[in-house]
């Protein structure tokens, strides 16, 4: 991982993001957890209050040579609604909001051109909230790699899948063989 560079990003549930970025060519490791809140180490029983300030987030370490962060941002803002305000679908609450937390210039830049070339996909707004990364605390183990070990569970398979079937439509030449 030496040439790797971190995103951080949430798009609603972590378990989402998680199993559709981790499918990417590229990606080299990626975490659940928390951030954007002034909580020090929630639980995650504690963000679902929403009272922490934190989204759900993942953090991902890519190699650039493969992916660019330009191409991680425009399939996280293409995988799920940016434009519903601190909800995805039945998770509701800002712990579910759009968020893309920069750690450099470079990547503020590039969030705010993929932001105005993906918006004519979309009839309303998009209200992905943009600040600068501080802090990530990592979520629980049984929040890691959830998809891929609970594939048969509901959640998985009526909000997941179709997320992953849509993955494989739009970006197939960035997937994982």
Same mark, same amino acid.
């Given at each position: 991982?030496?040439?790797?560079?971190?995103?951080?990003?949430?798009?609603?549930? %972590?378990?989402?993001?998680?199993? @559709?970025?981790?499918?990417?060519?590229?990606?080299?490791?990626?975490?659940?957890? %928390?951030?954007? $809140?002034?909580?020090?180490? *929630?639980?995650?029983?504690?963000?679902?209050?929403?009272?922490?300030? #934190?989204?759900?987030?993942?953090? @991902?370490?890519?190699?650039?040579?493969?992916?660019?962060? #330009?191409?991680?941002?425009?399939?996280?803002?293409?995988?799920?609604? *940016?434009?519903?305000?601190?909800?995805?679908? $039945?998770?509701?609450?800002?712990?579910?909001?759009?968020?893309?937390?920069? #750690?450099?210039?470079?990547?503020?830049?590039?969030?705010?051109?993929?932001?105005?070339?993906?918006?004519?996909?979309?009839?309303?707004?998009? @209200?992905?909230?943009?600040? *600068?990364?501080? @802090? %990530?605390?990592?979520?629980?183990?049984? #929040?890691?790699?959830?998809?891929?070990?609970?594939?048969?569970?509901?959640?998985?398979?009526?909000?997941?899948? *179709?997320?992953?079937?849509?993955?494989?439509?739009?970006?197939?030449?960035?997937?994982?063989?």
């Amino acid at each position: 991982m030496e040439n790797s560079t971190i995103a951080t990003f949430g798009g609603g549930c %972590f378990w989402c993001i998680e199993a @559709v970025i981790q499918r990417l060519k590229g990606v080299e490791s990626i975490q659940s957890g %928390f951030s954007g $809140g002034f909580i020090k180490n *929630p639980p995650y029983r504690e963000v679902c209050t929403g009272r922490t300030g #934190h989204a759900e987030v993942i953090q @991902v370490a890519f190699n650039p040579d493969i992916i660019s962060y #330009h191409d991680l941002i425009s399939i996280f803002m293409t995988s799920h609604d *940016p434009t519903t305000l601190n909800r995805q679908g $039945g998770d509701k609450g800002t712990q579910y909001r759009s968020i893309v937390l920069y #750690h450099d210039e470079k990547q503020k830049e590039t969030a705010e051109k993929v932001f105005q070339e993906v918006q004519p996909a979309y009839p309303e707004p998009i @209200v992905t909230e943009l600040k *600068p990364f501080e @802090v %990530f605390y990592q979520a629980e183990d049984d #929040h890691q790699n959830y998809y891929n070990e609970n594939r048969d569970a509901r959640y998985c398979q009526v909000v997941i899948d *179709p997320k992953i079937q849509k993955l494989n439509k739009m970006y197939a030449d960035k997937l994982i063989g």
